[in-house]
C-alpha cells in the first residue's frame, strides 16, 4: 500500500514564499515521475509543475520564474517552492505520482494542502 502526504500549505501575503511537500510511503520500486496540481472553487484542476525521474522539469505558464520544483530519490519525496506568490495562486494543491509498487503501476493522488495568498 502506498499513499502521498503532503505538507507546507498556508496563509501568506502577496510577495512571499511557501514550500511544499509530498512523501511518498510504502513499498516503491520507483517513482516515474511526480507532479502538482491546483484546483481554485469554481474553476477546473490544472497542472502547475511536474518532474521526472530523469530530472526533467515542465511548467505552467502562470508560474515560470517563481516555483520550482524538484524531488529527493532517497527519500520518495517531492518538493515545490513556491516564490513571489500572487494572489491568483490560491488554490488546494495536490500532488501526484506515477510509481511502480510490487504489484502494480499506480497513478496516486494526495489528499491536497490549501494554499491562501490574501494582503
Known amino acids: 500500500q502506498v499513499q502521498l502526504v503532503e505538507s507546507g500549505g498556508g496563509l501568506v501575503q502577496p510577495g512571499e514564499s511557501l514550500r511544499l511537500s509530498c512523501a511518498a510511503s510504502?513499498?516503491?520500486?520507483?517513482?516515474?515521475?511526480m507532479g502538482w496540481y491546483r484546483q481554485a472553487p469554481g474553476k477546473q484542476r490544472e497542472l502547475v509543475a511536474a518532474?521526472?525521474?530523469?530530472?526533467?522539469?515542465n511548467y505552467a505558464d502562470s508560474v515560470k520564474g517563481r516555483f520550482t520544483i524538484s524531488r529527493d530519490n532517497a527519500k520518495n519525496t517531492g518538493y515545490l517552492q513556491m516564490n513571489s506568490l500572487k494572489p491568483e495562486d490560491t488554490a488546494v494543491y495536490y500532488c501526484?505520482?506515477?510509481?511502480?509498487?510490487?504489484?502494480?503501476?499506480?497513478?496516486?493522488w494526495g489528499q491536497g494542502t490549501q494554499v491562501t495568498v490574501s494582503s
Open positions: 510504502g513499498s516503491i520500486f520507483i517513482i516515474y515521475a
Open positions: 518532474i521526472t525521474s530523469g530530472g526533467t522539469t
Open positions: 501526484n505520482a506515477l510509481l511502480k509498487s510490487p504489484s502494480s503501476m499506480d497513478d496516486l
